[in-house]
């Protein structure tokens, strides 16, 4: 695996669920990064994390609970979503010194 | 305020011709541009990218130039080819290694 992968690709869920989301960058990265991307929006950064240490929430529900148990690995943890929460939710990676993220291919989710 | 302001929304080019999607951003501390290109079904790619202190870069068919003074940057595709239809995002860097993000140009060329 090269870059930066996460999985499922697609989730489909009711409200009343819990899933997790899974993200790998294999990119030797000590930042990482979820992103929002609902349609006609632009990108919404969620959550920073910097070598393992969350530094950045911006103004995310408690409904999504991000982890991140090492610098390769970040977790997003849902539980009871709404509808309007349906978005492709996506991962990226960076250096902390350095300017460029890198994306992954996002998770398509659904909520019923 | 923390807002990009991305122009046009939808873009429509022939084969060949030239492509120019501007951005403008608010926060005149932003030291650092990139572009996106995000291709269906599939994660935004960076694929050029300018720092505040050059005012232009240029990467064999795409540039970006940047007026600091205006607070607006651009990204030009010249030869354009169909594999350039995409989603292109503008974005600004504010504080520590949070980016803002435009909210996309559709870019069709047509052959």
């Known amino acids: 695996e090269t870059g930066v992968t996460q999985t499922p690709r697609h989730l489909v869920m009711g409200m009343t669920n819990k899933k997790s989301l899974k993200c790998e960058q294999h990119l030797g990265h000590n930042a990482m990064y979820w992103y929002k991307q609902s349609a006609k929006k632009p990108l919404e950064l969620m959550f920073v994390?910097?070598?393992?240490?969350?530094?950045e929430n911006n103004s995310v529900p408690s409904r999504f609970s991000p982890e991140c148990p090492n610098s390769s690995h970040l977790f997003l943890h849902l539980h009871t979503l709404q509808p309007e929460d349906s978005a492709l939710y996506l991962c990226?990676?960076?250096?902390?010194?350095?300017?460029?993220?890198?994306f992954g291919p996002g998770t398509r989710l659904t909520v019923l | 305020g923390e807002n990009v302001e991305q122009h046009p929304s939808t873009l429509s080019v022939q084969e060949g011709d030239s492509a120019v999607i501007k951005c403008t951003y608010s926060d005149s501390a932003s030291n650092y541009f990139p572009w996106y290109k995000q291709e269906l079904g599939k994660g935004p790619q960076l694929i050029i990218d300018i720092r505040s202190n050059v005012g232009e870069k240029k990467d064999q068919r795409i540039a970006v130039t940047l007026n600091k003074t205006a607070k607006h940057f651009s990204l030009h595709i010249t030869e354009t080819q169909p594999e350039d239809s995409a989603v292109y995002f503008c974005?600004?860097?504010?504080?520590?290694?949070?980016?803002?993000f435009g909210a996309g140009t559709i870019l069709r060329v047509k052959s």
């Open positions: 994390y910097n070598f393992k240490e969350q530094t």
């Open positions: 974005a600004e860097r504010l504080r520590g290694n949070k980016l803002v």
């Open positions: 990226a990676s960076s250096q902390v010194e350095r300017d460029e993220q890198f």
